[in-house]
């Protein structure tokens, strides 16, 4: 599989700001302070998006896993 | 992984207040006072919300870990 | 994970009265008589509810646990 | 978890009449004759129901247990 | 779990035609040639249903069994 | 379960052209040239299909398993 | 199940341009430079699309494995 491993991506993000987007279509941007194996993360300062603009300021969330879609650097 | 592990947050939140967004949109408002691996949680003084009013209140409830989208201290 | 387990509530709600809401947004009211680790349930004298009414009498039903979203002692 | 379980209600209800809800609200109601660990059924001359009345006649069918969402006694 | 188990009537219909009603409600009619634990089917002369009516005609098929609803000797 | 598995197909469509439905109700149709025990498929000269009209040229594309309802021998 | 294999087209894709389709209708499309078992992968200077075009740029992503549905070379 190469030198790369996808989980990479989420320990080089550690303690950085990402786009979490979650199935269903709700989006949320925060710091990443922790993550496990099921991908459950932690976002401190977090925010909710709708269209690219803040829709709801959450601070610090769990968010479970098996609804993330997909992880990016903010 | 890092020092922080995700469900640090749950123990941290033992019997605080914690906003819960379940699958399907619905949001819970309660004092959370058990937790497992599952994710599995129980609210005390659990309201049900709409767009961050009441709409009902539900008192002790058990919230079933797969329903779980995120958790965020209130 | 503290002294209480969410399943606690499950047995201490046994012979008792509580409501169910499913996937879906179907709720149920009844006197739960038994469990099992995958939350399937028992009611007796199970209604079927709709804005807090009663919509249909079940009598006694099993409920299938991946179809729980939450349970509330009623 | 007390004395009783809830698969004790599919061994009391052989051989007698159920109703079934699936997973997209769709409701069955036959003799059942036979179920197994993962809650598949089989249903001896049984109706596809809507609103409590008769839609289709379907005979003998096995019911996918996954897609049950709850079973009462009819 | 009583003298029977539903897988028997996966057995009793190989080589007869049999109705399958699948997750999002497509229908299908033809004749099963093999079956395995985890109810993936194989149908021969199948075809796609509209209210009981041929749709279309889909020949041999694989029809994966987490997909199934339920199943009826046609 | 009789002589015949349901995975024989797959074996049997190899190197051949394939119509598979999924999840969602998208249907592709493509020479089949590789396919795993999960149902992940690979397919070659694949085209996405609407009312059975080439709506996309997709080339050589691989299929996750789970999104797969069934799969035809076109 | 013949000399093939569906993950040989990851492990032929890696630093390559991909398209991914995922669960609910989202297209992307970057350079795939990391893979696990799962169907994890990482992406660089991914695109996300609408009919084909590009309707927001998110650079390096992390996707979901259950997510997917498809995956093509670009």
Do not use: C, W
């Not at 194996?37 to 300021?57: F, I, S, T, W, Y």
Request: glycine share 10%; no cysteine.
């Amino acid at each position: 599989m190469g030198e790369n491993r996808p989980f990479d991506i989420l320990n080089s993000s550690l303690n950085k700001s990402v786009i979490i987007r979650l199935k269903g279509g709700t989006e949320l941007r925060g710091k990443m302070t922790a993550y496990d194996v099921h991908m459950n993360l932690v976002l401190q300062d977090a925010d909710q998006l709708e269209n690219g603009e803040v829709k709801r300021k959450l601070g610090t969330m769990l968010v479970r896993g098996d609804s993330v879609v997909f992880l990016s650097p903010a």
